[in-house]
C-alpha cells in the first residue's frame, strides 16, 4: 500500500500543487492531509476549492477549527490570530461548510494493522503531540487508541520514529515549513504487513507566487520570510 501524507497546506496552493503532482508521478493509492488547510497564506479559498475537487482526505486543524468555529476558537500565537480574521474575509459560505465537515481524527485499515490521523493531539487538534517523548511514556497512548501508526500534524517539520512496534509520523508542512530548508514537505509510506517504509520528500515549488500574493494582500511580513527561508526568524529581546 502507497500512502501519501501532508499536513499544515495553511493557504499556500503552489504548494498543495507540487505535492499532488509528486503523488501522481508516484502512483499514490491514497492520500491523506492531517489538517491546518488555512492560516498564514494567501489562497485558502483556492486550496480549499482544489482540496474538494482532489481525492485528497483532510481532518480538522487547529487553524480550521478556529475559522470554522469562531464561537469555540482557541488564543494563537503571533499574527495566527490576525490572519485567521484576514483570511474571514476571502472564504465563502461554502468553503466554511466544508471546513465544518471534516472529520477531527481520520482511521483506517492497512496491511500493518490500524492507521490514525489527525492535527495535534487526538480529538484536540490545537494541542501538540509529544513527539520526542521515551518510548515507555508513547506505548500507552499507541494501546489506547489501538492504533500501530499515528500520523499527526502541526510540528512544521517532518520527524518519524519508530516507537516499538508502532510508528509515529509528522509528514512536516506543505505550505509553511520550518524545517530549514524552503520548500513543500510530504511523506511517502510503503506500508506492507511486514513494516513501514518511510519516503521524506522535499518538493520545490513557485514560491515567488505566493511571496508575490502574501505582499499584495499585504499579510504580516514574517509570512514572507519564512517562505524564503524555512524556519522562524530570531526575535530580538
Given at each position: 500500500m502507497r500512502l501519501g501524507l501532508i499536513s499544515d497546506i495553511h493557504a499556500n496552493l503552489p504548494a498543495l500543487e507540487a505535492a499532488l503532482e509528486a503523488f501522481a508521478e508516484r502512483e499514490i493509492e491514497f492520500m491523506l492531509c492531517t489538517g491546518d488547510v488555512v492560516g498564514y497564506g494567501?489562497?485558502?479559498?483556492?486550496?480549499?476549492?482544489?482540496?474538494r475537487e482532489s481525492r485528497l482526505n483532510c481532518t480538522l486543524g487547529a487553524a480550521d477549527a478556529n475559522l470554522a468555529f469562531p464561537f469555540a476558537k482557541t488564543e494563537r500565537e503571533g499574527v495566527a490570530e490576525e490572519i485567521i480574521e484576514w483570511t474571514r474575509g476571502q472564504v465563502t459560505e461554502d468553503d466554511l461548510h466544508w471546513l465544518r465537515s471534516l472529520p477531527v481524527t481520520y482511521r483506517m485499515r492497512t496491511p500493518f494493522g490500524r492507521l490514525r490521523g489527525f492535527h495535534g493531539y487526538p480529538y484536540q487538534p490545537e494541542k501538540r503531540f509529544p513527539l520526542s517523548k521515551p518510548t515507555a511514556e508513547l506505548l500507552p497512548v499507541f494501546e489506547r487508541l489501538g492504533s500501530t501508526i499515528l500520523i499527526t500534524g502541526g510540528s512544521h517539520i517532518p520527524f518519524?520514529?519508530?516507537v516499538g512496534d508502532y510508528w509515529l509520523i509528522d509528514p512536516g508542512s506543505v505550505g509553511m515549513t520550518l524545517g530549514g530548508e524552503p520548500g513543500a514537505d510530504a511523506m511517502v509510506l510503503e506500508i506492507?504487513?511486514?513494516?513501514?517504509?518511510?519516503?521524506?520528500?522535499k518538493l520545490a515549488y513557485d514560491f515567488g507566487q505566493t511571496l508575490f500574493d502574501v505582499q499584495a494582500w499585504e499579510l504580516p511580513p514574517v509570512v514572507a520570510e519564512v517562505l524564503r527561508n524555512g524556519y522562524l526568524p530570531e526575535t530580538e529581546n
Open positions: 494567501p489562497h485558502p479559498h483556492e486550496v480549499i476549492s482544489r482540496l518519524h520514529r519508530q506492507t504487513s511486514d513494516g513501514v517504509k518511510v519516503e521524506v520528500l
